[in-house]
């Protein structure tokens, strides 16, 4: 067999096995998290990462769990698990369980994974005769657990990816349920890209002396993403983004809107002028969602439009730009989606789309990331009152309020309502009295945003609920 060149991950004391895999792989210099988190987790130290997507914590964790397998070969018992990895969506979740397979090819460790929208009787047939790693979703797994298919008793290493997007989600609940089932004598690695007070308060329940490892600064954007903003008429941004698709030099793209049915105009608008579009959102089946990530993941499409439910849950090879069709309303939000562009050393672009309502949420973001966004040079000129010079006034009730239907506001076709200046004011002071959580115009108008918050501050994916309360549970 071909000698393997040695590379600095020899120095950090994996199994040859794990090695070999990195090899075949190409890995040769661990990232920066990964440098400073394999040696903790060896040492069976719990740990506190803080990192943005994209900057490989996926291995750091995967790589020591599975020296830790190899190291302590046995076969998993009955309808139990050895490592449990818990991950806000199924798109994520699938990719965490493809790298465990790809680092773990030459051990015989089995991995499974459990996430809504597909049959639960494939997933407790899988776990019948146990499993090294499950990989799964907290609805889905408390499904597992409550249908007397999976014991959580003999877990010896619990990883929380994502934490904060859990939180944002509305699993904390299913979270300390799922914690209050599992041994107290266990490893536990607890990973997040922000570090707010709800989050630091999940990890002080979860962990003991944890050793803390921070590579980036919290709420940075990656610092090879270009980014700029245009300032467009809402009516206008199906034009313009159809003209960026047609004219700037894209190999692949994702476009982010803030709701599910916006996604889906914005795929048939495209069509409408020649460019091929996949959606993939909450409404989405399973299948069709994959199949979207599939075909964009081939080359088959370059444009993906997609809602936050897959800002982290995208790991795609050369995504070239990230377009804000719409600016989240979660400032955090923004920081995640264009991590999805840039990655593994490459140049990336974002361009977001601002209308003069959502000139509120552009200052939440430039705040968040302590940097303005430069104009593009395809700015559309704005007046004082936030219209663009020369737009015609909207048109007024029959209350003689402006607004089309008489009431302030002005509802997309989506049914969502959109908030006047004064709404939009009295959300602020809302979110400032909310430990700055915002609120979203959607919540208040069927919830049609994907992931909006709830009353009680927690964003949870509606169409994912296809029983009972939580995300992820069967049809």
Request: glycine share 10%; aromatic share 4%.
């Amino acid at each position: 067999m071909k000698e393997q060149t040695l590379s600095p991950f020899l120095d950090l004391g994996l199994a040859e096995p794990i090695t070999r895999a990195l090899a075949e792989e190409s890995y040769e210099t661990p990232t920066p998290i990964q440098a400073q988190t394999i040696p903790q987790v060896l040492a069976g130290r719990d740990v506190v990462g803080i990192a943005q997507t994209g900057t490989g914590k996926t291995a750091a964790f995967a790589l020591p769990i599975l020296n830790h397998l190899a190291n302590r070969l046995q076969r998993p018992e009955r309808k139990s698990c050895r490592v449990l990895v818990l991950s806000p969506t199924r798109e994520l979740s699938g990719q965490i369980v493809d790298s465990f397979k790809t680092y773990g090819r030459h051990l015989k460790v089995t991995v499974c994974l459990a996430i809504g929208g597909v049959p639960l009787g494939r997933q407790i047939r899988a776990l019948s005769n146990g499993c090294d790693v499950l990989v799964a979703t907290p609805g889905r797994l408390l499904d597992l657990v409550n249908s007397k298919a999976l014991t959580l008793d003999k877990v010896e290493v619990l990883v929380l990816d994502e934490a904060d997007r859990m939180l944002d989600m509305g699993f904390i609940h299913d979270i300390r349920r799922i914690v209050a089932k599992l041994p107290a004598q266990r490893q536990t690695l607890f990973f997040s890209a922000t570090m707010a007070r709800e989050t630091e308060d999940l990890g002080r329940l979860m962990l003991r002396d944890p050793a803390r490892v921070a590579v980036t600064p919290q709420a940075s954007t990656a610092e090879r993403v270009s980014q700029r903003v245009v300032h467009v008429e809402k009516s206008g941004k199906a034009a313009l983004l159809a003209d960026i698709l047609k004219t700037e030099p894209i190999d692949r793209a994702i476009v982010f809107t803030r709701t599910k049915h916006g996604a889906d105009r914005v795929v048939r608008q495209l069509g409408q002028q020649g460019l091929a579009a996949e959606a993939i959102h909450g409404n989405k089946s399973q299948g069709q969602r994959e199949r979207a990530l599939a075909a964009f993941r081939d080359g088959k499409i370059r444009t993906l439009i997609a809602t936050d439910i897959a800002a982290r849950g995208i790991d795609v090879d050369g995504i070239t730009h990230v377009i804000n069709y719409d600016l989240p309303n979660v400032p955090e939000s923004y920081v995640h989606r264009i991590g999805r562009t840039a990655r593994a050393g490459a140049e990336g672009f974002a361009i977001s789309f601002c209308d003069h309502e959502e000139r509120a949420y552009l200052r939440d973001i430039e705040k968040l990331i302590r940097m303005a966004l430069p104009a593009s040079g395809k700015a559309v000129p704005i007046a004082r009152d936030g219209r663009q010079a020369g737009a015609a006034s909207p048109p007024r009730g029959p209350a003689g309020q402006r607004g089309a239907n008489g009431n302030g506001r002005h509802d997309d076709r989506d049914g969502a309502a959109q908030p006047g200046r004064k709404r939009r004011r009295r959300g602020r002071n809302a979110r400032k009295a909310a430990q700055g959580l915002p609120r979203n115009p959607a919540e208040r108008n069927g919830g049609k945003a994907d992931g909006a918050i709830s009353s009680v501050g927690f964003m949870r994916d509606r169409s994912e609920r296809r029983e009972g309360r939580r995300p992820d549970a069967p049809r």
